[in-house]
């Protein structure tokens, strides 16, 4: 069993920046792949960026350039640094770990951009 806790998010104005944390606990050597993902009002859940331990990270069209995704190998903890933030990045980000075919979620920070 795996759990996630998140941690960092707020309000921040267009243009602004934050940093989302994600920290694992449980068996953390069982932890694959993980990630993060964003769910709006009214919308589904959608991948905002991932990273594997054995290829490059990937991320979704619309944050590339803007966001990265960081993980530190050691204590399987990961970071999102959002910059150039925009009113459509506001949504509640939940973490992902993977361990083998069973995903986990943590409860997720809410993140809002607004003037």
């Known amino acids: 069993q795996v759990q996630l806790v998140e941690s960092g998010g707020g309000s921040v104005q267009p243009g602004g920046s934050l940093r989302l944390t994600c920290k694992p606990s449980?068996?953390?050597?069982?932890?694959?792949?993980m990630g993060w993902y964003r769910q709006a009002p009214g919308k589904e859940r959608e991948l905002v960026a991932t990273?594997?331990?054995?290829?490059?990270?990937t991320y979704a069209d619309s944050v590339k350039g803007r966001f990265t995704i960081a993980r530190d190998t050691a204590l399987h903890t990961i970071y999102l640094y959002m910059n150039y933030m925009k009113p459509e990045d506001s949504a509640h980000y939940y973490c992902?770990?993977?361990?083998?075919?069973?995903?986990?979620w943590g409860q997720g920070t809410q993140v809002t951009v607004s003037s």
């Open positions: 992902s770990a993977k361990v083998g075919s069973q995903v986990f």
């Open positions: 990273t594997r331990r054995d290829a490059l990270p």
């Open positions: 449980g068996s953390l050597s069982t932890i694959g792949d």
